[in-house]
């Protein structure tokens, strides 16, 4: 009986200061010592995970909220949106003057030189403030995009979920994807690729953009500081990220025993 765990990383694992607790790492590489294929889900685009990857010595995953699948060296899966909905997403965007920042497997680029809640979103996942290319969707296939609005400036967005699905992670940033995109639906492609069963299928995450996920799979864990509303929908609720929430999440569905040690950074 083949079995397969899905991680999110932000929050999931990596601790709140963003470092890979050494427990967590453990835990990965016990897991596949034990024949359990492990597997990344995540909002983030490929490029940046690749030291992630390497440090667990994990080869499949789950980017841009489902709408780029990899195992291996093979592409299992690519959903970019149609440039023509990203066009008409620029002009109304701009109206508002809400930045956006375009994003394919190998980088992301502004339609601005410099916006601020850019620069705050991204410092939140360590990372620079993009280049600026406001044509980068033109030339590439985008699979995801990054729109810079707090909540209560959004709600011109409703035009566009016919064709887009929008999730907040920051108080200021929302992921865009092509509508019914998300991590479940990326998971039912690479599942069925290499030849699981859903309910075979485990998952932990902590954000909105899990929701889907967690419902889906056949065990779905939320992290003990899961945003309230994500909790309602896994099957079980482990321990805060800092708190060992990965290795607790992982003996409480029966996949690392009891006895596994928990190592300190």
Do not use: C
């Amino acid at each position: 009986m083949k079995k397969i765990v899905f991680f999110d990383i932000d929050g999931t694992l990596l601790d709140h200061d963003k470092k890979l607790p050494a427990a967590v790492k453990d835990a990965v590489l016990t897991l596949q010592k034990n024949g359990i294929y492990t597997a990344i889900a995540t909002g983030r685009g490929p490029f940046m995970i690749s030291y992630l990857l390497k440090e667990l010595n994990i080869k499949s995953y789950v980017t841009f909220n489902g709408q780029y699948v990899v195992s291996g060296n093979e592409v299992l899966y690519k959903n970019p949106f149609k440039s023509e909905d990203l066009k008409k997403l620029a002009v109304e965007s701009k109206k508002y003057n809400h930045s956006l920042v375009y994003m394919n497997e190998n980088t992301l680029k502004a339609n601005t030189e410099f916006d601020q809640r850019i620069a705050d979103a991204m410092k939140s996942l360590e990372m620079p403030h993009p280049e600026l290319d406001p044509n980068f969707y033109e030339d590439n296939d985008i699979y995801q995009t990054l729109l810079f609005a707090e909540e209560s400036e959004s709600e011109y967005l409703e035009d566009f979920e016919g064709k887009h699905t929008f999730i907040r992670w920051h108080e200021e940033a929302l992921d865009v994807v092509p509508k019914g995109g998300s991590k479940a639906e990326g998971i039912k492609k690479m599942i069925e690729a290499l030849g699981f069963k859903m309910e075979n299928v485990y998952a932990f995450g902590d954000g909105l953009n899990d929701i889907e996920m967690l419902k889906t799979v056949g065990t779905g864990v939320a992290m003990g500081n899961a945003h309230e509303v994500v909790k309602t929908y896994a099957d079980f609720v482990t321990t805060d990220v800092d708190d060992d929430g990965i290795v607790n999440g992982l003996r409480a569905v029966g996949l690392l025993s009891d006895s596994f040690e928990i190592i300190k950074n």
